[in-house]
């Protein structure tokens, strides 16, 4: 099949899912008013909130969510073959992913900017709020090292994106300081900045930089986490927003670039539409294929992204239709951009270098998706040879067009690192005042605690306890990740089916995807369990463990106070 025939029917269904449904939302569900006020305004302090223009605040928000996630899982996933991939990426976007992050963004709004976790000790119990705190605090330590680890790894496989990705951060404070204390209008500056970004792609190109130590990984680690520090402590706009309205044009080129190149391209799908064959050791395609492309169709990051920061920028509360579910349809484009790479675009490279295997001359599907390892081990790998060769056809130099693809991977990776790191911050200061211990609120020790235990996480190595491999516990860790992000999308609608079943609300819509989505995730997780139990891996075990206990009796008492809310509702119709 040509792969333009899937990019147009992608892009259509992705066009009537914003149009039509995220209207009919609005409307009926969630009854977006411009009169109320939003938390921007009423507690604006020009460090976190900050009233922000729609189109500055979408490009902040889309990137913060826009990270790496929505590119390595499409590559993984289409070991599986490019129809059960692309399904869930569009379907799983319109339906629930965007449903998601517009209902957190817009509940968070109405609730005078407070995170998913705090509604959710208002809604069910106190109980409920510590607990579902830590559980984002453990997942949220687990992003911040995994997105160091990849960001330090393309440092130093790719060093001619360092240039440009650095110079970046200067550009975007010099216009944070041009919009908010010039005010000048935002367009023409960032446009101008992203043309200085792509002068500094191609200086990049030829002079790449590397670090005079002899653990570069390392290195490039405490370097990131040192930064994420900083920027989550400054004003947000003098660095996140301007930076992410950039990147926000940066991945809108990229985008149309890539699609670009599949027009004049016009490769063939090199995949198949399903695998059949069963290899010994794969995991199967169901469940695990929604846990492997989380954060391209849905993932519970983004529920604490539209609660945790963004809410506190919204000017009008119209605008989060634009923002919550335009931002994941924009995300949804992302995957599919991925998805397209990996199923078409790898067989237009001649000569390259995977991890898997090494060096390799006309790479195609088969080669690349020969193992489960093997795809596993590869990540984004395909998207940055694949999307290189499809940006190689509008006659862009094969060096620069890998860097460009390494700037854009880190730009959303990076802006992510920092945005969780912010978004920890916040958890560290909820669960201060939850739990009455002042020291928590202070939001200089609450960034230590932040990134001290992620520091740990992508530094320490210890033997692999299946293969006896040194690795990073990061890594080890990432397996449970899927499955837990997904399950926090989970109990996210099952906080938006509380809040608006509670208004009286027909509630379906959100009903059914939390169903589909607790299901999935709640197999995934017991699946894992049953690996590690085999494997005798008890250090995973433990965690996976721990994590599906407070899973249970988060589901428990929120099911409870569902049944009670029911019973009130029935009592007054009586």
């Known amino acids: 099949m040509n792969s333009i025939y899937l990019v ?26 411009d009169n109320i006020q939003t938390p921007a305004h009423e507690f604006d302090d020009k460090v976190d909130f900050v009233p922000t223009k ?38 799983g976007t319109i339906f629930i992913g965007a449903v998601h992050d517009f209902g957190a963004l817009v509940i968070s709004l109405k609730e005078k900017g407070k995170s998913v976790g ?37 440092f130093v496989s790719v ?37 200085i970004l792509y002068i500094f792609i191609y200086v990049g190109t030829y002079n790449p930089i590397s670090l005079p130590f002899s653990d570069q990984n390392n290195a490039w680690i405490i370097i990131l986490f040192i930064y994420s520090s900083v920027s989550s402590l400054i004003p947000v706009w003098l660095l996140l927003q301007p930076r992410d309205f950039i990147n926000s044009h940066q991945l809108i080129v990229g985008l149309a670039l890539l699609f670009l190149g599949i027009f004049i391209a016009a490769p063939i799908v090199d995949a198949p539409a399903i695998r059949l064959s069963n290899e010994n050791g794969a995991p199967p395609i169901f469940p695990m294929l929604f846990v492997t492309i989380a954060c391209g169709a849905i993932s519970g990051f983004h529920g604490l992204v539209s609660s945790g920061t963004t809410s506190k920028q919204v000017n009008k509360l ?28 790898i067989a237009l490279v001649n000569e390259c270098h995977i991890p898997s295997i090494g060096s390799v001359e006309n790479l195609n599907w088969a080669i690349y998706y020969d193992t489960w390892a093997n795809a596993t081990k590869n990540k984004a790998t395909a998207f940055v040879l694949g999307g290189g060769a499809l940006i190689e056809q509008l006659g862009v130099h094969h060096n620069v067009a890998k860097t460009l693809m390494a700037v854009l991977v880190i730009s959303f990776a990076a802006t992510t690192l920092d945005t969780a790191t912010r978004i920890q911050r916040f958890i560290i200061s909820e669960i201060g005042y939850a739990t009455k211990i002042e020291i928590l609120k202070n939001r200089y020790l609450a960034t230590l605690i932040a990134v001290i235990p992620a520091i740990i996480l992508s530094l320490w190595s210890i033997n692999d306890p299946v293969t006896g491999e040194l690795r990073k516990i990061g890594w080890l860790l990432w397996p449970i990740f899927g ?41 995934s997780l017991l699946f894992k369990t049953q690996d590690f139990y085999y494997q005798n891996n008890i250090f995973l075990l433990t965690i996976n463990s721990l994590l599906l206990v407070l899973i249970i009796w988060m589901l428990v008492e929120g099911l409870l106070v569902f ?12």
């Open 8 to 33: 147009i029917i992608s892009l259509v269904f992705f066009f009537i899912g914003y149009k039509y449904y995220s209207a009919y939302i609005s409307k009926y569900l969630f009854n977006l008013d």
């Open 54 to 91: 729609k189109h500055i605040l979408f490009g902040h928000h889309y990137t913060s969510i826009a990270g790496a996630a929505p590119i390595i899982g499409p590559c993984i996933a289409a070991y599986w073959g490019w129809l059960p991939a692309l399904a869930w990426v569009v379907l």
């Open 118 to 154: 705090d509604i959710a000790g208002k809604l069910i119990n106190k109980r409920v709020r510590i607990i579902f705190l830590f559980f984002v605090l453990l997942l949220t330590w687990l992003v911040l090292a995994v997105f160091a680890m990849a960001i330090s790894g393309l």
């Open 159 to 195: 060093p001619s994106a360092v240039i440009p990705v650095n110079i970046e951060i200067i550009i975007a404070m010099i216009i944070g300081y041009i919009i908010y204390q010039k005010k000048i209008d935002a367009l023409i500056p960032s446009i101008i900045a992203l043309f």
């Open 318 to 345: 119209k605008d989060a239709r634009m923002i919550g579910y335009g931002g994941m349809i924009g995300e949804g484009i992302l995957a599919l951009a991925s998805t397209i790479a990996a199923v078409a675009g």
């Open 483 to 523: 499955a837990s992000n997904q399950m926090l999308a989970a109990l996210t609608m099952l906080v938006l089916t509380i809040y608006f079943y509670k208004k009286g609300k027909n509630v379906l819509i959100l009903f059914i995807p939390m169903i589909f989505v607790i299901s999935i995730a709640m197999i």
């Open 563 to 574: 049944k009670k809310i029911k019973k009130s509702i029935y009592k007054k119709r009586i």
